[in-house]
């Protein structure tokens, strides 16, 4: 009993006791953290005050990272179902994003109309010739869905119709426009064939490319760079160094 009661306890002694670094906990979580309501102020009232309180201890009690880690973790590794209607679980314990459309875009079922495709090469025309007007060069590139570079790993009961909004975008303005475009998928395919255990080209539990992704990307549009400006070399791989880490990275 003694140990159910300390259980319960614990977050709340810990957040008297401790308090937690909220800076560095809006920067991880890219939000700005409930604040401790304010009583007595215009307009103020018991229920006010304790809805305000409420979202205020959500985002401040004890241990609520951790506890937090071991909740998702316990639904996403021991049940195989996502703690968030924002994930989708995939096949060995991969995460992909449900956000911004991003399964029914992996999936091509709602691929651009030809007056979207339009729109893109009149934009991007129009940056590429307002920049030229002051001397700078214009290249444009996309990141690629963790999806166009690890398919095989998102679950199977999601299956393809039809091409991606980048197939399309790719091939439009090939046919009907001269902006340079870069394409990073084939030289981040070609970093998969390195992947290894604990070292892969995008983050499993994540949405974005690790720093190995990163580097293939970079070395890609470095070379790019160079063709256009003869007075650019950027960094060669030889001037970096990946060291293996254990931090999780990502989302």
Known sequence: MSLFVLAICAP??????????????????????????EWGVEGASIWTFSRDFDAWYGDHFGFRARLLRWHNGLKWLGFGVSPSES??????????????????????????????????????EGRRDELAR?????????????WEIYPEKMPGR???????????????????????????????LEAKQGDEEGDLTYYPLGTHWTERGAMAAYQRLRAELSALLPGYRGSPVSDFELVRSNHPGDS
């Open 12 to 37: 709340v002694l810990r957040q008297v006791l401790i308090g937690d670094n909220t800076q560095e906990r809006e920067r991880s979580e890219f939000r700005k953290l409930g604040e401790f309501p």
């Open 158 to 188: 999601i299956t393809r119709v039809g091409p991606s909004r980048l197939d399309q975008l790719t091939a439009y303005m090939e046919k009907h426009s001269d902006v340079h475009m870069v394409d990073l998928r084939p030289v981040l």
């Open 134 to 146: 002051h001397g700078i060069e214009y290249v444009f590139a996309i990141g690629p869905s963790k």
């Open 87 to 124: 994930m989708v679980q995939g096949r060995d314990g991969w995460m992909f994003t449900t956000d911004s459309r991003s399964i029914e875009m992996y999936r091509g079922t709602m691929p651009f109309t030809g007056s979207e495709l339009e729109e893109w090469r009149w934009s991007l």
